[in-house]
């Protein structure tokens, strides 16, 4: 049988292709026959590209349905689907490019002109999508046959690569298999009871886990449909909630439709299901959300490197504070540092098991190893609780990460950045609690000369979400008897600094 995550998805997809799959912004509605036709035409585009199974392509595009209908081309030719955060900046973009080799790389028609010489360099053959679908990738596939040939894969072959940045060093390639991804959808299309019928409205970025193989890979499995919207704005959120079922959102999402006097139990008749996740939300909001609405949100918890491994459930105690419990098929554990298995009801370092846990790092095999327990369980770096009765807390995390708006900032990198402008002598970030993000980037210096505006002048060098949102100058920072910077006295000193009033 062929493993491709294609075929897979594919068979989910009603025998009457023109039903409507996914709809823009504008109302533009997509049926699944102008989607696979499309897609088609792009597969046929890559391999004449010369893009063969097992190729990474690059893709760094706002989000639109061509954006899904190149997606699904590369499943369907059995490349590795490769996307980047939008706003990387050109130093970033160099690295991932380089480590990865893609033979295609596409991004919009307005970063063509730079990323034209570093595709040279490695090689990729450079096409150009924007957020309206104009550009050579649609251009150059409008007049090709639509290839409907679907590359045969086993469920071991890698079919995406994503990068997460780490604690130390350079950022790492994940490595997703058609098993992983598979496993996970199939498996949260069932505890999720996703059902014919089903309306997901999609704001979420198409360049992380759970825009692409939560949200999008399961109203694929589902067939349909998606309300698709470039970007979240509350408002046209609610507009659109009458119509739908599901929302999948990060806490800030569930703030800023709280901080709307248009979200009431009737604005959201139709929905059955809230689902939040890749940050912690607040009991508060939690409460909030189920006090106007009438509903209690789902938490659910995943990382890049595992996809989902746990959810509060449908039908059931859905309990504020916790992200319910292990996924059938995964096993999750508390260990301390060393590996041991932590008492019940201790906390430990959360540790999991499973189909969705992925292959390995790129080209890092000291680094996977690093990260995996002999008996194949992945150390997550989350610190974690598991009750008696199997609802799994996270209390906080073992490693150094901040998470803005349900995106990873690694300190260590911003704190590189820092040390390299003129003025510093050493800094430290840490985050802080932050009203609309959840947690907002602070950098704590220390100065031999005023370093002027510090957020300006590292956005060449670093993603706009990863700049410091407060910056302290201090006259030494907190040490510990070796030498290590003590960022949990950071942590309390700053810890008010967003907070209103
Ligand atoms: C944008 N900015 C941010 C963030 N997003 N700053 C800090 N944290 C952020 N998350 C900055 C921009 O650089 C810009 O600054 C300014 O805010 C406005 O940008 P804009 O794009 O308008 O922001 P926004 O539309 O308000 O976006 C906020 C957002 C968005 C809606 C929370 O970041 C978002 O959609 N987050 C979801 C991320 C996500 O999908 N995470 C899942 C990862 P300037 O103008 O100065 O440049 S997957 C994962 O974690 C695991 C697997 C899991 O469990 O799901
Ligand atoms: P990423 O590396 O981008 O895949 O982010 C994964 C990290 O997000 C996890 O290791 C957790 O620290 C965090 N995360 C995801 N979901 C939750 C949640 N529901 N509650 C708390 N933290 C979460």
């Not at 609610?238 to 999948?248: E, K, N, Q």
Request: hydrophobic content about 45%; aromatic content about 6%; overall charge negative.
């Amino acid at each position: 049988m062929n493993a491709s995550l294609f075929a897979r998805l594919v068979s989910g997809f009603p025998a009457d292709r023109a039903k409507v799959f996914l709809e823009t912004e504008d109302g533009t509605e997509v049926s699944f026959a102008t989607m696979l036709a499309a897609a088609g035409r792009i597969a046929t585009l890559l391999r004449g590209a010369g893009v063969e199974p097992g190729d990474r392509v690059a893709v760094q595009v706002e989000k639109s349905a061509e954006a899904v209908y190149l997606y699904l081309a590369c499943l369907q030719v059995g490349a590795v689907y490769l996307p980047l955060n939008t706003a990387c900046t050109a130093t970033e973009l160099d690295y991932f490019l380089t480590d990865s080799e893609p033979k295609a790389l596409i991004c919009d028609p307005a970063a063509a002109e730079a990323a034209a010489p570093l595709a040279a360099v490695v090689g990729a053959r450079l096409l150009t999508l924007g957020a309206d679908g104009a550009g050579s990738l649609i251009a150059e596939s409008a007049g090709l046959v639509s290839d409907r040939q679907v590359t045969e894969r086993a469920g071991g072959d890698v079919v995406a690569i994503l990068y997460t940045s780490g604690t130390t060093g350079r950022s790492k390639g994940a490595m997703l298999t058609h098993d992983n991804l598979w496993a996970n959808v199939a498996t949260l299309h069932w505890l999720w009871g996703f059902r014919p019928g089903d309306v997901l409205v999609h704001a979420l970025p198409l360049y992380h886990t759970h825009g692409l193989f939560v949200a999008l890979n399961l109203m694929l499995m589902n067939g349909g449909k998606l309300i698709l919207l470039p970007r979240f704005e509350a408002e046209a959120v609610i507009d659109r909630l009458a119509r739908a079922t599901v929302l999948m959102g990060v806490p800030t999402f569930y703030t800023r439709l709280l901080a709307s006097p248009r979200l009431t139990k009737e604005a959201v008749s139709g929905t059955r299901l809230f689902i939040s996740g890749s940050a912690p939300l607040l009991t508060q909001t939690h409460a909030e959300f189920e006090a106007r609405t009438g509903q209690r949100i789902l938490e659910r918890y995943g990382m890049t490197e595992t996809g989902m491994s746990a959810s509060n459930p449908l039908v059931g105690e859905r309990r504020a504070g916790t992200v319910g419990m292990a996924l059938p098929g995964v096993e999750l554990r508390v260990c301390d540092a060393g590996g041991a298995p932590a008492p019940a009801g201790e906390v430990g370092v959360l540790e999991v098991r499973g189909p969705n846990v992925f292959k390995g790092y790129w080209r890092m095999p000291e680094k996977s190893a690093a990260e995996t327990r002999a008996d194949g369980f992945f150390v997550t770096g989350d610190l974690a609780t598991i009750g008696a009765d199997g609802y799994v807390t996270i209390v906080g995390r073992a490693k150094d990460l901040v998470i803005s708006g349900g995106l990873n900032i690694y300190p260590k990198e911003v704190e590189e950045a820092l040390d390299a402008l003129p003025g510093v002598i050493e800094s430290a970030v840490v985050g802080a609690p932050h009203p609309d993000l959840g947690e907002a980037v602070v950098a704590v210096l220390t100065v031999s000369a005023d370093p002027g505006d510090v957020p300006a002048a590292l956005r060449a060098r670093l993603s706009g979400f990863k700049l410091p949102r407060h910056v302290a100058v201090v006259e030494t920072l907190p040490r510990n008897s070796m030498g290590k910077v003590q960022k949990n006295l950071l942590r309390e000193r700053f810890r008010d600094v967003f907070q209103a009033g």
